[in-house]
């Protein structure tokens, strides 16, 4: 199979370099465009030198065009991976222009431009946010209804739907990946990341957002690279959703404490707060069906609570270097 050129928009952050070190491992060529608000290019340089470099926000138009001319004029670019996003859902609520500027905007110019390069394939990074707060017991499939309570998640959705149009207007093929939490190293932010820095600042105690009840799915990035390639490579869908996930309900807020504070410190006493989330446009509980993906022949290895547990060490180790 000839070696292809892979665009990774956001590929300096936590996933991102992730998804970098697989590509490479397959043999192909890899370029990343990233605004370092979150991403460091030492992690990339880490990786491999090879590994092409342009520090860009593609949230305007005028620095997206020639992001993208420089990177496909070194080589025509076969595949884009779009993972730019704030991820800072409290950010984007307290103030919206957030959400729309690094969410919704910096996927408005990808397609121009991948558009306007002629270029075939697009993979996105979706989230679980879309679907809002769980009613009931039934899990959420890629077919139900979407009601986001943040931003975040609203221009996840938005962008979704200028996706699915974009397939109808040209673009050959785009597949939709919608993430649980995701944890693992190099971490940049997320429950365990902050629990960590709180126990480094105050080892006798680890303050909690919310009442601990909070229960969500939860996934190594090393198992989410892996089913995103695993997609890339199986899905014969010109537009492809798929939750991806544990097979399980999640793990709730407290166990993650009990685990982070067992492993950085043991004797620190746990105090949680009063409301049932952490903040306004958290989402307290959530699971969703995998069975799509499952039916497609990829199953996770690890359960939420496996998940947590492996990547505590992980991130504890890299808060450290």
């Known amino acids: 199979m000839a070696s292809k050129h892979h665009l990774v928009a956001g590929g300096a952050g936590f996933i991102g370099v992730n998804l970098c070190r697989a590509l490479l491992a397959r043999g192909d060529r890899v370029s990343v465009i990233d605004n370092l608000s979150r991403g460091r290019e030492d992690w990339l340089q880490d990786i491999s ?17 020639s992001a993208f001319d420089a990177v496909a004029g070194e080589q025509a670019i076969d595949e884009v991976w779009h993972l730019c996003a704030n991820s800072d859902i409290a950010a984007g609520v307290a103030d919206p222009k957030i959400d729309l500027r690094d969410t919704f905007l910096t996927t408005f110019h990808i397609l121009q ?3 306007t390069q002629g270029i075939s394939r697009l993979h996105f990074a ?10 009931d017991a039934k899990p ?18 938005a962008s979704e739907a200028q996706i699915r149009a974009a397939v109808e207007s040209g673009l050959q093929r785009a597949n939709v990946f919608r993430f649980p939490n995701v ?8 429950v365990i ?13 680890l303050d909690v957002l919310g009442n601990g009840t909070q229960q969500k799915p939860y996934l190594h990035v090393d198992e989410l690279v892996e089913a995103m390639l695993f997609i890339a490579d199986e899905s014969n869908a010109r537009y492809g959703l798929y939750n991806i996930g544990p097979r399980d309900q999640g793990v709730s807020v407290r166990e993650i404490a ?11 006493a746990i105090v949680y707060g009063l409301e049932d989330r952490g903040w306004v446009g958290d989402v307290p509980r959530f699971y969703y069906s995998t069975s799509k993906l499952a039916d497609l022949g990829w199953r996770p290895r690890l359960s939420s609570a ?7 060490p992980m991130i504890a180790a890299g808060l450290k270097a």
């Open 126 to 135: 979706s989230t679980s946010a879309v679907y809002g707060e769980s009613a």
């Open 183 to 190: 944890i693992g190293p190099p971490a940049t932010h997320g």
């Open 193 to 205: 990341f902050d629990f960590l820095h709180k126990l480094a600042s105050t080892p006798d105690r």
């Open 258 to 268: 009990e685990i982070v504070r067992n492993h950085a410190a043991p004797k620190a």
């Open 49 to 65: 030198t090879d590994i092409g470099f342009l520090k860009a926000d593609l949230a305007y138009e005028t620095a997206a065009k």
């Open 306 to 312: 496996e998940a947590v547990a492996r990547a505590v």
């Open 113 to 115: 431009n991948v558009r």
């Open 140 to 157: 959420f499939s890629e077919t139900d209804q979407t009601l986001p309570i943040s931003n975040y998640g609203a221009m996840k959705l």
